[in-house]
C-alpha cells in the first residue's frame, strides 16, 4: 500500500495545475513567511515534524517525510509556496556528493510544478541510475513525457513500473499512454474494466475516474464524461486538476451557473478564477470585472521572475476574456513549444482560428497527425483551419 501511495503521490503532483505565483525558498528553517490556510491538527502535526526536523538536521527520513507532507499540501491548496519549503529540506541530499535518489524524485515534482521538465528528466534518470527500482521514479518520467508529447516514451516508462509493481496506478499510467497514441477505444474499455474490479483508496480512485472523463470526453461521449466526473467529484477528495477539468466540461456545455457554484470559494487558485470569470463573463455576473482585474494583477506580478508556466491559461485569457486573439496566439505558440497536451493544441487552434492566421495551427495539424491523438473536441477547429 505504501509503494502504491509513493506512485500515486508523484503522478498527482503532475497533473496539478499551479498558481501563478513562485515558490519561494526560506533563507533559515525559522523564517515565518506567512499563515497559511491549513486545519489547525494538520498544523500541529506539521509544526512536530518541524521542530524534529530542526533538531536533527541530519535525518533524511525525518527531511524527506516532511519534505512529502509539504508537496504534498501545495498540491492539495495550489499554493508554491510550500514546494518551497520542501526544496529547503532536501537541499543537503540533492548535491552530486551527497545525492539520495528518493531526494532527486522529490525535486523533479517541484522542478515539474514549475514547468521546468529538463532539470526533472534529468533528476530522475540520476535518481533512477541510483537505484532502477524505483516506481515513483518511473511514473513521474512518464507523465512528463506525456506533457511533452513524447507518448512513446511515456508508455515504455510505465511498462517498466509494471516490473515493480502491478496496481491500479500502473493500469491508469499505461492507459493514459495509450489513449494519446491513437488507442484512445482500447485504453477506455481496459481502464473501464480496471476500475470496475476494484476500488481503491479517495485518491487514487479520483485520479481514475478524472482521467475516464477526459478520455470520454475525447470520444464524443458527454454522458459518460459527466457520470465519471460525478464518481470523481462523489469521493470528496481535492483535486485542482478535477475542478478544473469539470469546470471546462460545463463551460464547454454553457452551463455556466454550476460553475460558479462550484467555483465560488475557489478565487485563491488562479486557474480555477479564470474559470469562474469566464463563467461570470457569460452570465454578466457583477464580480466579473473584479475578477478579470484580479487576473490581470496577478499576471503582472508574475511577469518580473520571468514567469511563463501559465501561457496556456494566460492565452485563453486573452482569446475569451479580453478579445487579443493575436496576444492570444503568441501565448499559445510559446506555451506550445513547453507542453503539448490536448488542451494546449486546442488554446492554439482556437487563438489561430481567432487572428485569423490558420497556418499558425500547421504545427498542431502535423503533431495530431503524427501521434495519432484522438479528441472530438479538436476535429471541428481542425476542419476550419485546414480548410
Known sequence: MKLIKAILFSYLLLQN?????????PKTDSEVLEQLPVAAVEKKRLRSLQN???????DY???????????????????????GYAEALLKPWLSPQHAQPDALVLRATILQNRHDFQPALADLKAALKLNQRLPDAWLTLAAIYE?????ARALRSCLALTKFSVSLPSTICINSAMSLSGQAQTAYRQLTAAVT??????????????????????????KDAESWYHKALARNYRSVYLLASYSDFLLDHHRYE???KLLQNETQVDTLLLRLTLAEQQLQHKPFKDHVNLIKSRIAAAKPRGDSVHQGDESRFALQVLKEPKTALSLAISNWAVQK?????????????????????????????TKHLEDARLKPLLKVAKG
Open 52 to 58: 524534529q526536523a530542526n533538531g536533527n538536521p541530519k
Open 258 to 260: 454550476e460553475v460558479v
Open 17 to 25: 495545475m499551479n498558481a501563478w505565483s513562485e515558490a519561494y525558498i
Open 147 to 151: 506533457v511533452q508529447g513524447e507518448y
Open 341 to 369: 497536451e490536448p488542451r494546449d493544441a486546442r488554446i492554439l487552434l482556437e487563438a489561430a482560428l481567432a487572428a485569423n492566421q490558420p497556418d499558425a495551427a500547421f504545427p498542431i495539424i502535423e503533431f495530431l497527425e
Open 61 to 83: 527520513a525525518l527531511a524527506l517525510n516532511l519534505a512529502r507532507n509539504y508537496i504534498e499540501l501545495g498540491r492539495i491548496h495550489s499554493d508554491p509556496r510550500y514546494y
Open 197 to 222: 474490479e476494484t476500488d481503491g483508496e479517495p485518491s487514487e480512485m479520483t485520479w481514475a475516474y478524472n482521467l475516464l472523463a477526459e478520455l470520454a470526453e475525447r470520444l464524443n461521449l458527454a
